[in-house]
């Protein structure tokens, strides 16, 4: 089958760094996205991750390995804003994507 | 400025009463896809289209149509819409011609039946 695992909420505080996980099964697997929505509004582009490693991206990185179906999202010198969803997607057969439900990431002071 | 426009933002409607959702993009996009968010569930795909003319549905399709009879233009209908169909729904489009398959999210539409 296909499925997407990803902590339902998360904590952390202003300045620290917060990894967020996503474990996948996809069929045809061709790529891992990672979008953050802010409530009630649309998602917007993070990262993708075809190939197994790091891709960093100022403040945001992300991570793949394929064998073990998982990437993580590492977010770093949190703010205040950067408290939003964070949605983990995995490209599929059919040119589908597969959305977990999210992560919510609240930061405090 | 490349983007996907939705049209209404915000909709209150009764049971049964049929309404169209529009949805636009100006990128060229082959594909485009109709999502449903609700709490818990996360994005859930209803319909998508991978070309004029070619639909597909989703895992959620009971209850919606949608038709692409121009690339830019990718509408969902609700023929008699029922209170489970309230949700906040988002338009996608993304381009096929490379495996770089970033998906572009249109600003919603929360829908809300009575």
């Known amino acids: 089958g296909q499925n997407i695992d990803q902590p339902t909420e998360m904590t952390a505080t202003e300045g620290a760094i917060v990894q967020i996980n996503c474990t996948y099964q996809t069929s045809g697997f061709n790529g891992l996205f990672w979008y953050q929505q802010h409530a009630g509004e649309a998602p917007t582009f993070l990262s993708y991750?075809?190939?197994?490693g790091l891709e960093e991206k100022g403040r945001f990185s992300s991570f793949l390995s394929r064998s073990k179906g998982y990437s993580y999202l590492l977010l770093k010198e949190l703010q205040m804003k950067d408290s939003a969803s964070y949605l983990c997607a995995a490209g599929g057969a059919t040119n589908k994507l597969i959305f977990g439900t999210g992560t919510l990431l609240a930061v405090q002071p | 400025e490349a983007q996907v426009t939705q049209n209404p933002r915000y909709l209150i409607t009764v049971t049964g009463k049929k309404l169209t959702v529009t949805c636009s993009q100006n990128?060229?996009?082959?594909?485009m896809s109709w999502y449903r968010q609700d709490p818990g569930l996360g994005l859930r795909q209803i319909y998508y289209?991978?070309?004029?003319?070619?639909?597909d549905k989703g895992d959620v399709p009971e209850g919606y149509k949608v038709s692409r009879k121009e690339k830019r233009n990718f509408p969902l209908i609700l023929e008699s819409p029922s209170p489970n169909q309230t949700s906040l729904y988002f338009c996608?489009?993304?381009?096929?011609?490379?495996?770089?398959?970033?998906?572009?999210f249109g600003p919603g539409t929360r829908l809300t039946v009575l």
């Open positions: 991750n075809v190939l197994d």
């Open positions: 289209s991978m070309n004029v003319e070619v639909t």
């Open positions: 990128m060229n996009h082959e594909y």
């Open positions: 996608a489009s993304r381009t096929l011609r490379d495996s770089y398959n970033e998906q572009f």
